[in-house]
């Protein structure tokens, strides 16, 4: 157990729909990062949060946010879902710039 | 092109066996190298770290840098059914994580 924990594990939703993905990093853990993981793209960095703030940008598209919370949980929305958003989505944390910790992922299902 | 580039497999090799696993990348800036090991419906999980050229090693695994072929390996010996996972390359320019760049995986099984 990593000790990220990610909810729900999984999601099946029809395209044009918003969902909203949960992380809770490990404790004590200020840094967040959100990837995504297709079949044919493998593991690809969307955006880092620290406490509270952006931080990095990677291959977000703009119908995708994420924000972190006060208590340093984040949401990662997806809006105007469509087909090709299907995939899992890994939420990592981490304490300063020691070892990457992945949660176990919610799969992402667009119908 | 991907800038990392990893065979799929899916390799199968008896217990026992040494595996070696690689990725090739066209960026010669990477200079951190990590190999993470993913298991079904899990996520990745750190397994190797290195910085720049040359090998590490910590039990039965070994990583190699190859810079100036831009090729870096992961060597598993005496392979055990508990090492049958997906096992992912990635690189970056600095030691920050918001920066890695992955391979698509190399899915591995140990048979018995």
């Known amino acids: 157990d990593s000790g990220v924990t990610q909810t729900p594990k999984h999601l099946i939703t029809a395209t044009g729909q918003r969902v909203t993905l949960r992380c809770s990093p490990r404790?004590?853990?200020?840094?967040v990062y959100w990837y995504q993981q297709s079949l044919d793209q493998g593991l690809q960095f969307l955006i880092q949060y620290y406490n509270g703030e952006e931080r990095a940008k990677g291959n977000i598209l703009e119908r995708f946010s994420a924000q972190q919370f006060p208590d340093l949980h984040s949401e990662l929305n997806l809006s105007s879902l469509e087909l090709g958003d299907s995939a899992l989505y890994f939420c990592?944390?981490?304490?300063?710039?020691?070892?990457?910790?992945f949660g176990e992922g919610s799969r992402l299902t667009v119908l | 092109q991907k800038e990392v580039e990893q065979d799929p497999g899916p390799l199968s090799v008896p217990e026992g066996a040494i595996v070696s696993l690689n990725c090739t990348y066209s960026n010669s800036a990477f200079q951190y190298f990590m190999w993470y090991r993913q298991y079904s419906r899990k996520g990745p999980e750190l397994l190797m770290y290195?910085?720049?050229?040359g090998n590490k090693e910590d039990g039965r695994f070994t990583a190699q840098v190859d810079k100036s072929s831009k090729y870096i390996s992961l060597f598993i010996r005496d392979s055990q059914p508990s090492d049958s996972a997906t096992y992912l390359c990635a690189m970056s320019l600095t030691g920050g994580g918001n920066k890695l760049t992955f391979g698509t995986g190399t899915q591995l099984k140990v048979e018995l």
């Open positions: 290195t910085y720049s050229s």
């Open positions: 404790s004590g853990d200020l840094s």
């Open positions: 990592a944390s981490r304490m300063g710039g020691g070892e990457l910790f």
